[in-house]
């Protein structure tokens, strides 16, 4: 006997949760990573804008192969991870993410490549963080419904 394959989420549901994540990281993570810097807001906003449309397309792709890979491993929807996958899911999205950022943070800012990893990585941890509390949260408020069960 196959194990029934989970429901994922809509592709509507998918991108009110991108862009929820996104306006959320923006308004949180924008005015440290000025201050921090020493980039202007007005390019801090603009630069950080840029890595959320990447991000937001990398969200997309990446939670959506993550969830369909747990789904068929596990059986399990993604609102019903564990603590651990879930601190799993957020490092490795951060990992693919500052292998896409790093080159466009050094080409923005003119930052060399240790200054521009710092940053980036600093920003990676603030994402981290966001990523696994935004996630939980958003499981929480917008839970995926049951498959019928005839449904398929």
């Known amino acids: 006997m196959t194990t029934p394959r989970p429901k994922l989420r809509s592709f509507p ?8 994540f996104e306006i959320g990281g923006l308004a949180l993570i924008t ?9 202007p807001v007005s390019e801090s906003i ?12 990398w ?8 969830d369909w890979a747990d789904g068929r ?3 399990r929807t993604a609102d019903r991870r564990p603590f651990r996958l879930r601190a ?3 490092v490795g ?4 993410l500052l292998l896409m950022s790093l080159p466009v943070i050094m080409w923005w800012t003119g930052m060399g490549f240790v200054q521009a990893l710092i940053a980036d990585l600093a920003l990676a941890s603030a994402y ?11 499981d929480k408020a917008f839970p995926i419904q049951a498959r019928a069960l005839n449904a398929d």
């Open 31 to 39: 005015p440290p990573f000025a201050w921090a810097s020493g980039v």
């Open 93 to 96: 999205f951060e990992c693919g």
């Open 13 to 20: 549901d998918r991108l009110r949760q991108i862009t929820f």
């Open 128 to 138: 981290v963080v966001y990523a696994f509390a935004f996630n939980l949260g958003y």
């Open 88 to 90: 799993v899911h957020a």
């Open 46 to 57: 603009a630069l950080l804008a840029t890595l959320a449309l990447i991000a937001a397309i």
């Open 59 to 66: 969200n997309g792709c990446y939670n959506t192969c993550f």
């Open 73 to 75: 491993l596990s059986g």
